[in-house]
């Protein structure tokens, strides 16, 4: 006996899963990025072959690559978790009768999938369509905090115009009109309309950098040795004990999170990509330095980045930034 076709929508949010086939979790580049998924029941079936105490759960999941049909797939059915397999794009779940919550982590492809309360009477299938979102098309990758320092040799009076090349959504700090006109001391501290501050700070959505490039230099990185890493490559370019505080708050966390990663680093000309940065009256070095860093599933062999090391003679500016990516290498770098 087949009911007549239910469809409704259950709005629940999604969320990337850094490591496949482990526990699920929630990556901290996804603590802003959570995005609506719908669950539709597009059928019912009363299953006379099922006991009292038995019901089935069909997902169909739509927006699959053709190569991911048959994937194997990690799931849990309230919090316990399992490992499955596709069969043409569906998987099959028989469970007891009630109220039931279901996660899906197909692969770094896509967004994990969470349902929210499913329902199912005792002796019924029901049929889910579960529509994806995969990781590059849904998320809008965000330059991070990038942050400039100024260290003149005596105070004074500079502007910073900033050009911000192809980017969404951008935010600045302090309040941004036309340019930044502050008076900068030699401590680095900042003064702007009576406020003191300790850098200039902006940020946008732009694109994936590791995306649009051959990566074939970098470090990978194990969760465990985010500090240590980024302590030993920020001191080896010249970062002060405060800078390297002030970068190490912020990406540390991200870098631990991840059981490995793939991190490099771009500086100087390169940066121009991202934003346009001119600076009244010119220093005598100008540098800027991100980090760009990527979950990957284990390590990968890559060829060491040799990292520029900065002169902090004369009047310095310093900008440090990153972006955390969706870049997967193939195999090895």
Known sequence: MRNALIIFSILTFAHVQAQPGGDFYENRQMEDMKRLVQFHLIDTAFQSDYSQSESQFVFQFENLMSSDSNAFISYSIDSVNYDGQLSAGQISIMTTPGNHSFQFYLNQNYLEVFSGILSIPAQYQHTYSVILFTRRAEVPI??????????????????VELEIHNGKNPFYYPEYNENWTCVALPDGNIEMNGIDYRYLFWEAEQADHLEEIEVNEGFSVAGEDAVSFLEDKLTQVGFTSEERADFITFWGPKLAANENSLVRFEWNQTCDKFAELNITPQPDHVYRFYIFMSAIDSEVATQPQALPKFNREGFVALEWGGQISNYQPNTSL
């Open 142 to 159: 965000v330059t991070y905090k990038p942050v400039i320092y100024l260290y003149p040799e005596t105070e004074t009076t500079v502007e």
